[in-house]
Nanobody, 124 residues
């Protein structure tokens, strides 16, 4: 069993915050890179944030830098994405994914395991 399950999405007003969770089962997140992607309606999927468990370096898309924070709870084998000051343009389905390459500097095609996604809606 290899599975990622996202949770924490929902409806939030502009300027609000959400914390997304990505729980891994059947494997450990050790030695992997873990990333968050999002896909807005009618748009292609884009990378939002990532970190490597090898060096601990985080990555943030320019559009979210300073507002989003990626973190890991090793005991729970879970990765989180804290999202603050949300805007309507950030509405979409958020996915977590892992790559055994261990580096965040790879395209989404290099991510082997994906969650089912969690819906985030930012609206008044």
């Amino acid at each position: 069993q290899v599975q990622l399950v996202e949770s924490g999405g929902g409806l939030v007003q502009p300027g609000g915050s959400l914390r997304l969770s990505c729980a891994a089962s059947g494997f450990t997140l050790d030695y992997l890179a873990i990333a968050w992607f999002r896909q807005a309606p009618g748009k292609e999927r884009e990378g939002v944030s990532c970190f490597s468990t090898l060096d601990g370096s985080p990555y943030y898309a320019d559009s979210v830098k300073g507002r989003f924070t990626i973190s890991r709870d090793k005991a729970k084998n879970t990765v989180y994405l804290q999202m603050n000051s949300l805007t309507p343009e950030e509405t979409g389905v958020y996915y977590c994914a892992t790559t055994s390459e261990g580096s965040c500097d790879v395209g989404e095609g290099r991510y082997e395991t994906w969650g089912q996604g969690t819906q985030v809606t930012v609206s008044s």
